[in-house]
């Protein structure tokens, strides 16, 4: 079985300031890790993805997030942000099976002057 | 191009209507999903396409049938549905890869709302 946990169903931020978003994965097998980004009423759009290869996964929009097999983990950050980045991010974890996508619960990012 | 199009972009229906709602993409993908996504939640997986054949319902009830006429397209036909199935439906599409490694592009969603 597989699951994300992300830490923080709300994160708030000045604009300019450093983004985390923390998202930690259980999988008994290799996983492939996904970052999506939601603005309101829309769908999602894949900000970034680790299937194999190089653990630091640079994405859209700045954004990029490190695989740590160690500590199970796959947070996603950016140097500065911006306001234009408020909005819902969800990680997610498939294993294959299927090509079922497990979401994490999703953390809302807040921009702040 | 990593587009997939959904119509209409809002539906409001009665109990006791029926409608669809549309899916396309032109990418070449041979997997085609439908979620659910209610407020402050994330997407669930309602049914998968494979090969425009169902290879996955997640129990959904009968009063939602999905149907994949070809590989570009993917309905959702909606009928008799209760208030509580008020929500934000996703399509996605994907490849077909070995081990999984398929990435899931979404379309923008169709807003229902059941009165």
């Known amino acids: 079985a597989q699951s994300v946990t992300q830490l923080g169903s709300h994160v708030s931020v000045s604009e300019g300031a450093l983004v985390l978003l923390r998202c930690n994965y259980s999988s008994s097998v290799p996983p492939y890790l996904f970052w999506y980004v939601q603005y309101p009423n829309q769908g999602l759009q894949l900000l970034l993805k680790?299937?194999?290869?190089?653990?630091l996964v640079k994405g859209i929009n700045g954004f990029e997030a490190e695989f740590k097999k160690s500590e199970t983990s796959f947070h996603l950050t950016k140097p500065s942000a911006h306001m234009s980045d408020a909005a819902e991010y969800f990680c997610?974890?498939?294993?294959?099976?299927?090509?079922?996508?497990?979401f994490g619960t999703g953390t809302r990012l807040q921009v702040t002057l | 191009d990593t587009e997939v199009t959904q119509t209409p972009k809002h539906l409001v229906m009665g109990m006791t209507n029926k409608k669809s709602l549309k899916c396309e993409q032109h990418m070449g993908h041979r997997a085609m999903y439908w979620y659910k996504q209610k407020a402050k939640k994330p997407p669930e997986l309602m049914f998968v396409y494979s090969y425009e054949k169902l290879s996955i319902n997640e129990s959904v009830p009968s009063r939602f049938s999905p149907e994949c006429p070809n590989s570009s397209l993917l309905n959702l036909h909606l009928h008799a549905l209760q208030p509580e199935d008020s929500a934000l439906y996703l399509c996605?599409?994907?490849?077909?890869?070995?081990?999984?490694?398929?990435?899931?592009?979404f379309g923008p969603g169709t807003r229902l709302t059941v009165l």
């Open positions: 997610a974890v498939t294993t294959g099976t299927a090509s079922k996508l497990t």
């Open positions: 996605a599409s994907s490849q077909i890869l070995a081990g999984g490694q398929d990435t899931q592009y």
């Open positions: 680790y299937t194999t290869g190089a653990t």
